[in-house]
């Protein structure tokens, strides 16, 4: 049977946050047309990744340390870490090869196994392309990505399950208030099919749908703050079909160079709005996401 979302309350919050761009450079002097074009190409917006890619020749390392937090009882924390190597080659494309690492923790999950453990969780490659420049008459660069992945560990239940996948995506930015005020969206569909982790004969396919939406203000030349907001949507099928819950986080962002080339992006969100097909009377969707989610990323180009 199927199910109503409610999609277009949290929808709202991105929304707001992708419109104040467009209304800002409406209210902006002329004047500064030409300055609008620059926007940091470090990881200034939390979660949500800039369009920039760098000058070819660039070479870069990131340790990106993503956590979750928090079921409907028991205690519940999950660490994905992603150590990417990078370069930007000619004509605006970019690529980079990664390996991953994940850290389990559950005791007393209603639906996860009680588990305590860290395993290798496997391997991606991406190639990212700018398709759009900013320009005098265009505030706003666009960049497509697409990253297939091997990975070894269950996301949720932390126990070993093969899975193959791939996450296309979009990144756009744009300077809101030039040299202070940046805006960063992303959209990125993943889909895969996993081992089943408690009966590996079988294989489940998936999708998640994620839509991100963020302000960064640059308060110093070497640390910005801002706000993100972000919107999932998970589905039983690995093409967007019969959705499964939606969730939506907000919280503070941090990104501060500690030089010229090295950067720390940190954010933590508490979800504050979801619903799940599995709960449909409970306010908040902890079947299929978590109470909290934050990131620590460390970056440094050569």
């Known amino acids: 049977m199927k199910r109503e979302f409610g999609f277009c309350r949290p929808l709202?919050?991105?929304?707001?946050?992708?419109?104040?761009?467009?209304?800002?450079?409406?209210?902006?002097?002329?004047?500064?047309?030409?300055?609008?074009?620059?926007?940091p190409g470090d990881e200034i917006f939390g979660f949500t990744s800039p369009s920039d890619i760098g000058q070819p020749g660039d070479t870069g390392f990131?340790?990106?340390?993503?956590?979750?937090?928090?079921k409907r009882d028991g205690r519940y924390s999950a660490l994905n870490q992603k150590f990417e190597f990078s370069r930007a080659i000619a004509g605006n494309w970019w690529i980079a090869g990664s390996f991953f690492l994940a850290h389990n923790h559950s005791v007393n999950v209603t639906g996860v196994a009680d588990i305590g453990r860290s395993n290798f969780d496997g391997l991606?490659?991406?190639i990212a392309h700018k398709i759009i420049e900013r320009g005098a008459g265009n505030p706003f660069a666009v960049?497509?990505?697409v990253e297939p992945r091997w990975s070894r560990v269950d996301g949720a239940s932390g126990l070993g399950a093969n899975a193959y996948g791939?996450?296309?995506?979009?990144?756009?930015?744009a300077a809101v208030i030039p040299g202070k005020l940046y805006w960063g969206g992303n959209i990125q569909f993943t889909a895969q099919n996993a081992q089943d982790p408690n009966s590996p004969g079988d294989h489940i396919p998936g999708s998640t749908l994620l839509l991100s939406s963020a302000l960064a203000w640059q308060a110093s030349s070497n640390l910005f703050l801002g706000a993100e907001a972000?919107?999932?949507?998970?589905?039983?099928?690995?093409?967007?079909?019969?959705?499964?819950?939606?969730?939506?986080?907000?919280?503070?962002?941090?990104?501060?160079?500690?030089?010229?080339?090295?950067?720390?992006?940190?954010?933590?969100?508490?979800?504050?709005?979801?619903?799940?097909a599995a709960n449909n009377n409970l306010r908040l969707d902890l079947d299929n996401f978590e109470r909290a989610q934050f990131r620590l990323k460390l970056a440094a180009q050569f």
């Open 230 to 276: 972000r919107y999932f949507t998970t589905f039983d099928s690995a093409f967007g079909a019969h959705p499964n819950g939606h969730a939506l986080y907000i919280g503070p962002t941090l990104m501060w160079k500690i030089t010229d080339k090295i950067g720390l992006n940190v954010t933590y969100q508490p979800q504050i709005l979801g619903h799940s």
């Open 143 to 145: 960049t497509l990505s």
């Open 124 to 126: 991606s490659f991406e």
């Open 12 to 39: 709202v919050v991105l929304l707001a946050l992708a419109a104040a761009p467009a209304r800002a450079a409406d209210a902006a002097p002329k004047a500064v047309a030409q300055t609008q074009q620059t926007v």
């Open 166 to 173: 791939a996450t296309f995506k979009l990144f756009t930015d």
């Open 62 to 70: 990131a340790s990106e340390n993503d956590g979750r937090l928090g």
